[in-house]
């Protein structure tokens, strides 16, 4: 897989204290290009890797850096998948003259599946930030339709979710 992004914003008033007009305007972007691979390495064992570089400019100011991730999932049986990934791991960027390290986070997880039922957990340990609960429950009453509920905790805004997923009988959209 691969994917490119970008955000930017121009316009952005400069300014060094309370004032009406702006000294100057100025522009913020971001950019990510990203490879990824995938592999099943048995019938229960699949890894994964991807590679990025990312870059933020701001004003006159950019920082850059390259990313790496790894996965992997497992299938006990029909039932039971567990998976993990270490996501954004690298070395810091350099903005402004300080290092900052890329958002880093580990995440552990499992799926368990019975019929038309499944249950959904996950701990996302990111670096530097407190350690986030997943939660979910999902039931699947007609195969072209998927009926999802679930909890976050350790966030401050976020707590339930629900929604619900379509796909056309034979299965190529959704």
Do not use: C
Not at 70 to 76: K, S
Not at 143 to 167: C, I, M, S
């Amino acid at each position: 897989g691969a994917r490119a992004g970008y955000m930017g914003t121009d316009g952005i008033p400069l300014r060094t204290g309370p004032s009406e007009q702006p000294l100057a305007l100025f522009d913020a972007s971001d950019g990510v290009f990203q490879g990824a691979v995938a592999r099943q390495v048995n019938e229960r064992l699949a890894v994964g890797v991807s590679a990025a570089y990312v870059l933020e400019n701001i004003d006159t100011r950019t920082a850059s850096s390259a990313i790496f991730g790894v996965g992997f999932n497992y299938h006990f049986n029909h039932h039971l998948t567990i998976g993990s990934a270490l996501l954004n791991a690298g070395p810091s960027a350099t903005f402004d003259h300080r290092e900052f390290s890329m958002p880093r986070r580990f995440s552990f997880g499992g799926i368990w599946r019975q019929g038309i039922y499944s249950l959904r957990g996950e701990v996302l340990a990111p670096a530097d930030e407190n350690v986030k609960w997943h939660f979910g429950a999902e039931v699947t009453p007609d195969p072209r339709l998927a009926l999802r509920a679930g909890f976050k905790l350790g966030y401050d805004t976020q707590v339930f979710a629900a929604g619900f997923g379509a796909r056309t009988s034979n299965g190529r959209f959704g």
